[in-house]
């Protein structure tokens, strides 16, 4: 078999995102799949990514010797600061959720938590391309005046 068959078995039974939704945002054709437990490596798969994005996020919301992340932090507003606290929330009450699932491993939980983060990223990607933006633009701004650069620690 495989696993895009497999998902495609269960898709309609507990009403998940389409296939190719999912692996357009989280890749999920990328996943070593040993014919067993397919909600579950999509859900792991998902999960990876939240995570990844998580500690992008989190070395800018607590930078610490990243210099950076020092310098992101230091060209973002504490307006823009909460918004990327609350989408990271978001995402990490569902690695959170990730946890108790790893426990449990029934399909109809993996099946609500798989659309669940599908829709999660579906409300946050557009925050987090602005968060991401703005911190790619913090780049381009000219720092030396007067030859001196601003001291980041």
């Known amino acids: 078999m495989g696993l895009r068959k497999d998902f495609e078995d269960v898709r309609s039974q507990y009403g998940l995102p389409n296939w190719e939704h999912l692996d357009w945002y989280f890749e999920i054709s990328t996943t070593e799949y040993n014919d067993f437990f397919p909600l579950r490596c999509i859900r792991r798969k998902m999960i990876e990514k939240l995570v990844s994005t998580c500690d992008r996020l989190a070395l800018v919301l607590h930078p610490e010797q990243d210099l950076a992340s020092i310098y992101d932090n230091m060209h973002l507003s504490d307006s823009i600061r909460k918004e990327i606290f609350a989408v990271y929330k978001r995402l990490m ?25 599908s829709r ?30 601003k001291y980041l620690g």
Not at 94 to 112: D, V
Not at 130 to 136: D, Q, R, S, W, Y
């Open 93 to 117: 009450v569902l690695i959170r959720k990730s946890g108790f699932y790893e426990m449990e491993g029934n399909n109809e939980g993996e099946a609500h938590l798989i659309t669940e983060i």
């Open 120 to 149: 999660t990223w579906d409300e946050t990607k557009e925050d987090l391309r602005k968060f991401f933006l703005l911190m790619e633009q913090s780049w381009k701004i000219e720092e030396e005046k007067n030859g001196k650069v």
